[in-house]
Structure formats: C-alpha cells, structure tokens
DNA sequence: TAGTATTCGGAGCAACGCTCCGTTTTGTCA
DNA sequence: TGACAAAACGGAGCGTTGCTCCGAATACTA
C-alpha cells in the first residue's frame, strides 16, 4: 500500500504489450547486470545482456537514476516499512532505530557501487538520491525523534544529516576487509546517545 | 625533511629545462583547474589551460593520481608534521587528535571532489588512496595510540577505518548547507571517548 | 655548428552517454 | 481477414573523455 508510482519511472498499464514485456526484460537484465558490474555499468552491458537496443532502455527509464530505482524499489519500500514495524516491536526507540540502520546498511552495502552512486555529486544521479531521501528521510525522522521523545538520545541531530552521514559510511567497503562500516556507525550511535543521566 | 618522493611522480632534477618548466607550469595549470572543476577535470582540458598538449602531462604524471597528488603535496605534508606538533601541545591527547583531524577534514573539504575521488573504488585514484594512506596514517595512528594511552578513548579501534570513516563522511557536501560533516565527525569522536570512569 | 637524445604536440583509437530516424510490430476497425 | 496508423524498436552516429603513438621541434654536447 505505498505511494503510486513515486519516481519518475514510466507507468506500463496501457502501454503495448511488447513495450511491457522489454520492461520487464530491461529491469531482469539490469539487475544481474548490476550484481556483476554495479550499478555504474554501461547502458549498452546492460542492452546486450536484455537482447534489446539501447534507445529501448532509454525510452522505458529516461535517466539511469529510473532504472536503479525500479529495480531497487521493492527492497527500498521493505525498508520504508520496517521502520514503524520496528518502533512497535523493539525493546526501545534507540534499538528500533539501531535496527532500522542495520537493514539499511545491509541493504546498501549488498549492492556494488549503490552507496557511491547515491552521495555521488555527479548529478547523473540526483533523480536516484532524491527519491531516497523522500522515501527514507521520514522514516529516519520518525524514528530519531522517538528516540529523542524516549530520552535515549540528544536532540540537535537532522535525519537528513544522519542519512546522508550513514550513506557515506558504506561508500566503497568492497574487498577490504579492513573497513567495516557497521563498527563506525556503532560509533556514530554511541555518540548520539545521550550519557545516562541516572 | 619529509620523505622524497613518497609518490610515483617523476622526478625533475636532471631532466632538459623545458621539462622542468612544462612541468611547473602543468602544475599551476592544474591547481587552477583544480579550483573551477574538481580533481576530476578533463585532462584536455589542463593541457589547454597550461598551453601544452596532453601527452606532456602523462610524460609528467603517468596517472591523474600523481598529479593530484603533486598539486596537493605541500598541504598534505603539512598535515602529516602537524600531528606530532599538536600532541606536544594540546592540553590532552585526545584534543590533539580532534585537533588533528580538524586539519585534515578542512583540507578535504576545501578540494571540490577531493575526499570522493579518495574513496572512489575507481582504481584510476588508487595511488591516490595509496599517497594519503602512506603519509596520514602513522600520523593518525600516533595521535589515536597516545589517547587510548591517555584513557581518553577506549581501545579497539584501527587507525585505517577512522580515517576512512572521516574520509567518507567529507564527500559531497558540496553546496548543501543541510550537510556538514564536522557534525558528523564530531559526534563519531564523541562516541569513541571513554566514559568517564572517575 | 652539427649531431643526437629528449621532449613536445595533437592526431587517432577505444569506450561511453545519449539521440535520431528508418524499420518493424501491434492494436484496431472495416 | 486485411489494411493502416500509432507505438515501439534498434543501432548507426555524434560528442566527450582517457590514453597512446610517432613525426616534428627543441635543448644539450662536443
């Protein structure tokens, strides 16, 4: 039951039948494409691996940031419905918000290059940040001021910032085993709690 | 009395004099251009900038890493024998570091796409990744064993994450007031101290 | 001054993003 | 079913960028 169609992707009812179906091809081919090369692969990798000419991509996703949207969109809203899931069910706010971090960095550190593309300043994929933040950002804010509400954590902090800060963290943890961004996300929370005053 | 040639620059004592000059003019060229378009400007577009044809500046600087790592050299020494200067006279290990990684957060931030070619995964800024890794890190390394020592912060984390974990937090936050990362790092900071155990 | 090693410059190739337009496919209506 | 128009397709093609190659120009040396 999420918003109709948030981004700016192509809507396929009504459209021909074969245009749904190269949809759907297009969006198959792009996501082992995106496993393999990550999400900076070239749109012709991405053509050749559908059997499709690279205007049909174009036409379906106008601007990269479409593409990864659609494929990602499920595990996006997943996400988007965690957080009051969470908030229900966890011990605390800061542990529901803690949780609801964990999901996120798993979800962006599963993905090759997601998190680069995301904070990335190349406005290739501005499309591609703003439709996180609208999706996630109120999430985020609900769950950080619950926290702040509980007296787990001091208030001053933006959800934007916090977001964009975690984004960061998982910016190219790839094949080095020596950066972990959870243990610095720990750090960031522990540092957003506030000392308990007994 | 730093290091010579930390980096694979090519040297230049020894070589024809209009070398020598191609080379320091490639330099100012690209400091320039640097400024106005990010570490990440067209080549060409250096070479029209210094009135000297591309292949002069591969001559130079075989990869884009050597070149950003030529125009920033100075700075980034000066933050390397800053370290040592700021634990002698901080009041507290711990303020040194902080103090420290002031230092090093204003010169990311000051270089337009600076702190995400670091990170980028794209190999074509390894050597980059590599130069400020070999000269920052036993600094950051120093300044972090000497607060553990001190009891300001608990033991446990790597200097390479830490400086990771910085390097990260500093990309882009290029023209959005929404994001500073001195927030962020500030609160990071706040999480490795030691509670107080009086 | 002549000779040679060094350096220079930009043409050229490959890879990529994105568009344009002739061709093919699909749905519709008589 | 058999046209016919609208929709969709495909890839050639243009502009941009990274990087190399090689004939031309330049600086040192004897």
Redesign the interface.
């Known amino acids: 039951m999420a918003t109709d169609n948030p981004a700016g992707e192509s809507p396929s009812r009504g459209k021909r039948a074969d245009a749904q179906r190269n949809r759907q091809t297009v969006l198959t081919a792009a996501a082992e494409v995106f496993v393999s090369s990550g999400v900076d692969a070239p749109i012709r990798q991405i053509a050749a691996q559908a059997g499709v000419g690279m205007a049909t991509i174009y036409r379906h996703f106008p601007t990269r940031a479409d593409l990864v949207t659609a494929v990602y969109r499920h595990q996006i809203e997943a996400c988007v419905e965690a957080g009051p899931n969470l908030l229900a069910g966890a011990d605390s706010p800061l542990d529901a918000l803690r949780q609801w971090i964990d999901l996120f960095v798993d979800f962006l550190v599963t993905k090759h290059?997601l998190a680069?593309a995301l904070?990335?300043?190349n406005d290739r994929f501005a499309a591609l940040h703003a439709y996180f933040l609208d999706r996630l950002l109120p999430v985020c804010a609900q769950l950080l001021d619950a926290a702040v509400e509980a007296g787990d954590i001091s208030p001053g902090?933006?959800p934007?910032?916090?977001m964009?800060?975690i984004g960061?963290?998982c910016?190219?943890h790839?094949n080095d085993p020596?950066?972990?961004?959870r243990?610095?996300i720990?750090?960031?929370?522990?540092?957003?709690?506030r000392?308990h005053a007994s």
């Open positions: 290059g680069d904070q990335s300043d902090t933006q934007y910032e916090l964009r800060g960061n963290l910016i190219g790839d020596r950066y972990d961004p243990r610095l720990a750090l960031l929370l522990q540092g957003l709690q000392p």
